[in-house]
């Protein structure tokens, strides 16, 4: 045998050996016993800001919250297989009423955690006026919005755009970028791509603080963008999951929380 | 140091992904390498059915994979009701679920490097050992296997990578949820999707020299072996 064959036999029982040690590794090792858990399915918009609220949960109730982000419309689909949450903060109030009447969802354990608002934004300043003329202008290349169909911040938008009669006109000139969901639409801003987008106040507010250029449309111009929450029938820790969503609602730290990340309240 | 530079949740994550490629390749060894050997040798007419089948996953999208699969192993699918006849919690949201995700997801890269090996090792040396006695396992083991054992190392190390990148799959069957399925590159889309772009870079940047590296050594593999080729 040459040396080179040799060398290539040599990597490959190594590589065997490497192997093996992952599998018996892999046995080995046993979840630790840990406090009581809740698993949370929390909508993509609000998943940065329940990160930062968590660890505030976690010191006064002494258990851990096991945060899982995605689309309200993936984790509906994966709520009605079986999947193993025990709370859900969605992105809309459709899902959560549809579990609730499906029974899948905890009956009168629905309510409004946040109310998300509508901004159309540009990273530089004086691209956006605070009256959004700019948008009856023309005088840009491109807008970004989320997809109407599956993001509510992009139904909102659709419905803006509809309400100061550009909607058609946009979509005829070909000056609408849209993107999968409303963390897409920022993106494109963010890099320059679009010249402004309609995104969550969320996003970019920081602290009550927003950089760049942006306008507020009235409320009157869309439906709320109301977000619910609901505890899974399915649970087997509702005491829990009744604790998390009542401090989520009533405390103090969590409602400047929520307001600070650029959202409103229920009233 | 390395506690420092990724959090405890990326780490959980890398572990979770390393353990869930490593156990996939050693499934997939074992489960390819007789399926490989029949398509390599086999006359029948189903062999073109066999090879398309082996194939499907490189040209389904992972999602539609995932979505299958989450319908299939689902309380009311038909691997979720076996598994409760059998008294066993179903495998969907569970880190069995994505081995069995992972395992069809790279099931290609392990049979098509085998069954090009297998074939490339022809029936010349297994008929000589035949006439040496040798008996068909022994054959197999001992002629066959040493002779095909590039397409072994690209298989493994291919199915291995390609494990690690993947990402449709194991968030549709996953549920993304923290310490059980939640791999490194649901981090990833997790720290882009929170906007923390340098949590995101620290992971993509493990992955992208985890997968090179691990190219490397197919290749070097690869090119050791045509040198041999070229002396003899």
Redesign the interface.
């Known amino acids: 045998m ?1 040396e ?2 040799r ?3 040599r ?2 029982t190594r ?1 065997l050996a490497l ?2 040690l ?2 018996a ?2 046995g080995l ?1 046993a ?1 630790a016993v840990r406090a009581e858990e809740l ?1 949370v ?1 929390v909508a ?1 918009n609000f ?2 800001t329940l ?1 930062k609220l968590a660890p505030k949960f976690e010191q006064a109730s002494g258990n851990k919250l ?5 689309s309200s419309g ?1 984790f509906y ?2 709520i ?6 025990d709370v859900l903060l969605s992105a809309d109030s459709d899902r959560p009423k549809q579990l609730e009447a499906e029974g899948l969802g905890l009956a009168g354990s629905r309510f409004t955690y946040a109310i998300g608002t509508l901004v159309l934004w540009s990273p530089k300043p004086d691209v956006v006026d605070r009256d959004g003329k700019v948008l009856r202008g023309g005088a840009f290349h491109m807008i970004g919005i989320a997809d109407p169909r599956n993001a509510p911040y992009g139904t909102a938008a659709q419905q803006v755009l509809t309400a100061l009669g550009l909607w058609q006109q946009l979509n005829q000139d070909k000056k609408l970028a849209v993107g999968e969901n409303i ?1 897409q639409a ?1 993106q494109f801003a963010a890099t320059g791509n679009v010249d402004m987008a309609f995104v969550a106040l969320s ?1 970019v507010s920081d602290r009550n603080a927003i950089s760049g250029s942006y306008w507020l449309p009235p409320q009157a111009l869309y439906t709320p963008l109301q977000q619910d929450a609901v505890i899974l029938t399915r649970t087997s820790k509702r005491a829990l999951a009744e604790t998390f969503l009542k401090w989520l609602r009533a405390d103090p730290q969590a409602i400047a929380g929520i307001k600070a990340a650029g959202y409103h309240i229920a009233e | 140091m390395i506690a420092s530079f990724y959090s405890p949740d990326d780490l959980v994550a890398l572990w979770i992904s390393l353990k869930l490629a490593a156990v996939t390749v050693a499934l997939l060894l074992l489960l390819c390498t007789p399926l490989a050997w029949w398509l390599a040798t086999t006359r029948s007419r189903l062999r073109v059915l066999g090879e398309a089948m082996a194939a499907l996953p490189l040209v389904l999208p992972p999602t539609v994979l995932g979505f299958y699969l989450l319908l299939f192993l689902g309380p009311y699918g038909w691997g979720g009701r076996l598994m409760h006849h059998l008294g066993l919690q179903p495998l969907s949201f569970s880190f069995g679920g994505l081995v069995i995700g992972s395992m069809l997801y790279s099931m290609p890269f392990v049979i098509q490097p085998l069954q090009a090996a297998f074939h490339a090792v022809g029936t010349r040396a297994l008929e000589v050992a035949a006439t040496l006695r040798a008996r068909p396992w022994d054959r197999f083991f001992t002629v066959a296997v040493p002779l095909a054992r590039r397409g072994f190392i690209t298989g493994s190390v291919l199915a291995f990578a390609h494990t690690l990148g993947e990402f449709g799959v194991v968030l549709m069957l996953g549920g993304n949820i923290p310490g059980r399925t939640q791999t490194a590159s649901i981090v990833i889309f997790n720290h882009v999707e929170a906007l923390d772009y340098s949590g995101a870079q620290r992971l993509s940047i493990t992955l992208l020299v985890a997968c090179f590296i691990l190219l490397l050594i197919v290749y070097s593999a690869n090119r050791s072996r045509a040198e041999v080729a070229a002396v003899a």
């Open positions: 040459t080179p064959a060398h290539s036999m990597l490959g590589m192997l093996c992952l599998v590794l892999s090792s979840p698993n399915a993509a998943f940065a990160q096991l945060l899982s982000s995605g993936q689909t994966q009605r297989e079986g999947a193993p949450f963390n920022w996003q």
